[in-house]
């Protein structure tokens, strides 16, 4: 069975053949530009890529992305047999913050633009000065000319063989120019050149080929009433009848009060039936500040809604593990940036958009959270992607703009109309700051609810190499205290001793490693007593206990 490639797919697999082919027009590149709308596939990048290691032509990659989570994702996307089918190479790359060897034996490893601005040690920098690496900046119009992020990673695309620069909206909300990018006009310029090939694939061509799905926008309208921070009382009847000037109070009113709830319900209402259809659907809440995101929480969860919240404001690990169980079996989740810039979640019918951000750039991003084709959902003609927000003046603009370029599916060559960035007081993600008036009350028209249920979906766990270095080193830790509990020795001397197995720390070792080490010390330190066991110490144990049950690291209590 013959896969067709995506457009941009196609042209970035010309290039590296060209590359590896030495091909007249493409043997003198030495950097790709990407600029593909969101949800449309970049993700195999990193897997296409490979080939050039595969040709001799690199040796390792190293992929850079705007947040830690998106680490995982990427880790996962490289194991997925589909692309690695799809591009006849087969990679494995691994999560790493500014660890010491980070491809672990593996074909590269996957870092963040924070990292590397705190890797004062320059361990990235030397591991890509020392191998022939491809460099891979994900959303890269995250590094602005002149910014701290730009100071780190400029040397590493000095160092690097080949670079590719990913983004799904090529431009920045605040203006400033994205480093690394040619400019004319006040536009990113993508003129190829002997050494630089540029690729594009705006939302009209994926729409063409059904690589994402179309928007379906519920906008809803209502009344607002606010104080002002002088003491005046403003009412407004609808979003239409606010004058410029109050564009901000009134959006803020309407996010803050009763509406906020409304807006909830009626996406609840609409999601919920659309699971009758496809139990897979999932719903994703965006939100603008950390107390408007446990809000949120709280009343989703009075709903009985199975919810997880993904914010910065917790431990990381934590966010970490939501997110993971929101693709798996958790139908919801809040959330405020962590979550809404490439999370690759197919089965994300709904989301509902709780802030006022009103940028174009941060727009785009947010709705694609739920374009992406669920394959296992059926056929492309049945799935929408459904935006839940308020109908105020800014937002509508957005619309209208995708939606005439949904309604005539041609390919364009406009420039991207720039919307202004709303008037903003949380500059930070959950930023407390004080807002632009004192919300009163507000009111959705035509206000719609009904009964709420949920069907869960269970699917299979695969685990990403970073993680399965760490099962297996928190199996392993778990074992040996086992052991040590079992024979009556203190833990220190047992790891003392089975760390004569490997001289090379465990947090070090490589995966192959790690799994010949557990291995070995199951058979070193054996987990019964017949009477005549002798340790591998060679000394005798404290004390001799009965015969005990097969060890089960599912019911060990130790961590």
Not at 34 to 47: D, E, I, R
Not at 178 to 184: D, L, P, R
Not at 478 to 494: C, D
Request: glycine share 4%.
């Amino acid at each position: 069975m013959t896969i067709k490639l995506r457009k941009h797919q196609s042209e970035l697999n010309q290039c590296i053949d060209g590359i590896i082919n030495r091909d007249t027009k493409f043997k003198d590149i030495k950097n790709i530009i990407l600029s593909c709308c969101p949800g449309a596939g970049k993700g195999s990048v990193c897997v296409n890529a490979g080939k050039l290691i595969k040709a001799g032509l690199a040796d390792n990659i190293c992929l850079v992305v705007p947040r830690s989570n998106l680490q995982l994702q990427a880790e996962q996307v490289c194991m997925d047999t589909f692309f690695q089918k799809l591009f006849n190479v087969k990679i494995s790359l691994r999560a790493s913050t500014n660890d010491i060897n980070p491809c672990r034996g593996l074909h590269g490893f996957i870092t963040t633009f924070q990292a590397l601005g705190h890797d004062k040690q320059k361990y990235v920098l030397q591991t890509i000065q020392n191998r022939r690496y491809v460099l891979i900046y994900d959303e890269c119009h995250h590094i602005s000319m002149d910014s701290p992020w730009f100071e780190s990673t400029k040397d590493l695309v000095s160092a690097a063989e080949f670079v590719i620069y990913m983004s799904g909206t090529l431009s920045r909300a605040d203006k400033q120019q994205i480093a690394f990018m040619k400019y004319k006009n006040g536009y990113v310029d993508l003129t190829q050149t002997k050494n630089t090939y540029s690729i594009t694939y705006p939302r009209s061509e994926a729409l063409i080929e059904q690589a994402i799905l179309p928007l379906d926008f519920h906008l809803f309208d209502g009344s607002f009433e606010w104080k002002t921070h002088k003491g005046d009382t403003v009412s407004v009847n609808s979003f239409e009848s606010v004058e410029e000037k109050d564009y901000s109070s009134a959006l803020f009113t309407a996010l803050e009060t009763e509406f906020s709830n409304q807006l909830i319900d009626n996406a609840l209402v609409h999601w919920l039936d659309t699971k009758k259809k496809n139990p897979r659907a999932k719903i994703l809440f965006i939100c603008a500040r950390i107390g408007d995101a446990r809000r949120c929480l709280s009343y989703l969860e009075q709903l009985k809604i199975p919810v997880v919240l993904a914010t910065s404001h917790g431990e990381e690990k934590e966010c970490r593990e939501n997110i993971e169980k929101f693709k798996k079996n958790i139908p919801a989740m809040v959330t405020i940036a962590i979550g809404y810039e490439g999370l690759d979640v197919p089965a994300i019918t709904h989301v509902c958009l709780l802030t006022r951000i009103r940028s174009n750039e941060w727009l785009e991003q947010a709705v694609s959270r739920a374009t992406r084709y669920d394959k296992i959902a059926g056929p492309y003609r049945e799935q929408v992607a459904h935006i839940f927000a308020p109908k105020d003046k800014l937002f509508l603009k957005f619309v209208i703009a995708i939606e005439k370029e949904q309604a005539t599916r041609a390919k364009t060559h406009s420039k991207e109309e720039q919307l202004p960035l709303f008037e903003l007081f949380e500059t930070k993600e959950g930023g407390s700051e004080q807002g632009p008036c004192i919300p009163l009350k507000s009111q959705i028209i035509d206000m719609v609810k009904q009964t709420i249920g949920t069907r869960v979906i269970f699917e299979r766990e695969v685990l990403t190499p970073k993680q399965e270095e760490m099962s297996l080193r928190r199996d392993i830790d778990r074992y040996l205290k086992r052991y040590a509990l079992n024979q009556g020795y203190e833990f220190m001397e047992v790891n003392k001793t089975a760390k004569q197995i490997n001289q090379k720390p465990r947090a070090l070792m490589e995966l192959k490693e790690l799994k010949y080490f557990f291995n070995r010390i199951q058979v070193l330190f054996p987990m019964y007593d017949n009477g005549s066991f002798i340790p591998y110490s060679n000394c005798a144990p404290v004390f001799t206990t009965p015969e005990k049950e097969a060890f089960d690291l599912n019911k060990e209590k130790f961590f």
